[in-house]
């Protein structure tokens, strides 16, 4: 199985002198194409440094980090940007979405972004939205959605220019069980496919069992990674 | 992506107007006393821009601007309309009188003695009566607000009478004269009657008006006039300057003006800077989160932009809106502010410094958004 996604003694600190703060200290971690990994582990660990760095919004102090063949280390700062919106999709924790926008239009951004026509947008956005079940709620805005409803829109915008990675932060933080086993489950069967991976910051244990491998952080590096069969596979 | 800028923006109304009402309050401020100090400075010059035929005054020497007045000697006049290159040469008399009704309403009021033969000199628009009336005896015409401060409430009507300084004084026409910067009343009368009605020196000649021959402009005749007798000729339009000057320099009145126009300015910084500040903040996230999502800093900075654009319009538009409606209803004749308008150059100056104010307003919340890590969608 090919690599999504691989990292080599990446450390990346924040602040200097006595307040310095190591929050990666050498992470070594390979991201399978076709599978979702989780990242998991204690609060302040490095999760969310560690998706931020391989989602290219962060440089690390040093180390390497390749997505898809491409080293971020060594891509210029003008083709970050473009990398990431091409490449990364993103689902939130608050979701995210913007309050003025319709869930199509939310879900469209992406495409957006990309500079697709509106109308080849939301055509999309539209599809994706009538799949994960929202096609009543497309033309309502965020605030007149329920919270399982809002994460289905963002994984609609995570998925609209369909993205070799997905991200997700803590995306059934803010959801009960019901409705963060079924937003896991859509996710599962929309964004795994060959040739592109999901990876997963979570505390919920409940949602382990989606997982194709775990990783387990400590410290500011990757302690343990188990293999397992994922119960949506 | 425009859109989605402009979705945001009138997405949260309360500071969508908050910023539109920031701007238009600035551009109010700026253009309505912009109009107001431009319209009071000019009406320092009024009488000099009401006699339209005369393109050159002649005046003492020593003379600042029109209200200084120091009589020539009544032979400058001929002198004058022997110097080359003078159409024709008349006198004015002006100086100020009280005035008072018949009931006993007194007041203040800008007298002008216009040449008794041409009556050059006499505003151009009669609401009632006929200049030539002013060769019957007592004559006198006086402008609508004169009037109508003198008998308010009253319908304009010829044949009233008036004492200047005790002296009878018949209404026999009504002018529309510009309103004059330092008396409410403005009375016309032919040249020989208007000194009577003060006590005089021996000297009564206040200006000669001129007019330069055809082909000759007014500004080389006005120098051919000070070089020939000695005396001050200028322009109508230098002299118009020159006391409008005066007043810039000599008064008050530039840094009052100055003052609320620098402080319109101000407020309007602090309002949108402020209002923009926290509706960024606000929406700091969905920056993050477009940011995240591959938007590069340049199109960021075109969508803060385009928000702060169309504030700027649409609170430019209001602002100058309600100052086309404040120029267009209250300085209506006979009131007041009568003559008051709002040049282009005003707005578009305003304009200017509502860009100005938009995009300094803007310039702190422009590097929150583009200094922003786009990772904070990540914190919780």
């Known amino acids: 199985m090919s690599l999504a996604v691989t990292c080599r003694d990446v450390v990346k600190g924040f602040g200097s002198g006595d307040a310095r703060v190591m929050a990666l200290r050498g992470v070594t971690l390979d991201v399978r194409a076709g599978e979702m990994t989780l990242l998991v582990g204690p609060s302040g660990c490095g999760k969310t440094t560690l998706i931020s760095a391989i989602a290219a919004m962060l440089t690390p102090d040093s180390g390497d980090i390749t997505v898809f063949g491409e080293n971020l280390r060594k891509m210029p700062r003008r083709k970050v940007t473009a990398f990431r919106g091409g490449t990364v999709g993103f689902v939130f924790q608050q979701y995210n979405l913007l309050p003025a926008l319709t869930c199509v239009e939310n879900a469209s951004i992406p495409l957006r972004v990309l500079g697709r026509p509106a109308g080849e947008a939301n055509r ?32 609609a915008r995570a998925l609209v220019h369909d993205p070799r990675l997905v991200v997700c932060d803590e995306p059934t933080a803010s959801l009960d069980a019901a409705n963060g086993q079924a937003a896991m489950a859509l996710l599962r069967e929309l964004a795994i496919k060959p040739g592109r991976a999901v990876i997963v910051v979570t505390h919920d244990e409940r949602i382990f069992r989606f997982a194709d491998r775990i990783a387990h952080m400590a410290d500011g590096h990757i302690e343990t990674v188990s293999d397992l069969e994922a119960a949506a596979a | 992506m425009a859109v989605v800028a402009l979705r945001m923006l009138f997405g949260d109304r309360a500071k969508y107007f908050g910023l539109v009402l920031g701007v238009a309050f600035a551009t109010l401020l700026v253009t309505q006393q912009g109009g107001m100090f431009v ?23 020593q003379a600042k601007y029109i209200d200084t007045v120091r009589a020539l000697r009544a032979t400058e006049l001929p002198r004058v309309r022997g110097v080359e290159g003078v159409a024709w040469a008349v006198p004015l008399f002006k100086t100020s009188a009280p005035v008072k009704t018949l009931d006993g309403r007194i007041d203040n009021a800008l007298v002008l003695g216009v040449d008794d033969a041409s009556l050059i000199g006499l505003p151009r628009q009669i609401l009632l009566g006929r200049p030539e009336d002013l060769w019957r005896p007592d004559a006198i015409a006086i402008d609508q607000a004169g009037f109508i401060r003198l008998w308010p409430g009253e319908k304009l009507q010829l044949g009233r009478e008036l004492e200047l300084n005790d002296h009878r004084a018949v209404i026999v026409a009504i002018t529309q004269a510009s309103a004059a910067f330092s008396a409410n009343i403005i009375i016309h009368a032919p040249f020989t009657r208007a000194v009577t009605f003060l006590p005089q020196g021996r000297d009564t000649l206040s200006f000669v008006l001129a007019r330069a021959a055809p082909g000759r402009s007014a500004a080389s005749v006005a120098q051919a006039i000070s070089r020939q007798t000695g005396l001050q000729a200028l322009s109508a339009a230098d002299f118009r300057w020159k006391t409008i000057s005066f007043y810039l320099a000599n008064t008050g009145i530039p840094i009052s003006f100055g003052l ?17 500040n926290t509706f960024v903040a606000e929406n700091i996230r969905q920056y993050g989160a477009l940011k995240a999502m591959g938007l590069s800093d340049l199109r960021l900075t075109g969508l803060v932009l385009l928000q702060g654009a169309v504030v700027g319009l649409v609170g430019y538009g209001l602002g100058l809106g309600i100052a086309a409606l404040f120029f267009n209803f209250a300085t209506q004749p006979p009131g007041a502010l009568r003559g008051f308008n709002l040049p282009w150059w005003i707005a578009a100056g305003d304009a200017v410094v509502t860009g100005l104010i938009v995009l300094l307003a803007m310039f702190a919340s422009l590097r929150r958004v583009l200094v922003l890590d786009p990772a904070i969608v990540f914190r919780g």
């Open chain 1, 124 to 155: 999309r956005a539209t599809e994706l939205l009538d799949r994960l079940g929202l096609a009543e709620h497309r033309h309502r805005f965020p605030a007149e959605l329920s919270g399982g409803q809002q994460q289905r829109v963002a994984i």
């Open chain 2, 260 to 276: 609320v126009i620098v402080l319109g300015v101000f407020v309007g910084i602090a309002v949108v800077g402020l209002t923009f």
């Open chain 2, 39 to 61: 319209g009071l400075m000019t009406r320092t010059a009024s009488v000099i821009a009401d006699i339209q035929e005369a393109d050159i005054w002649v005046m003492d020497p």
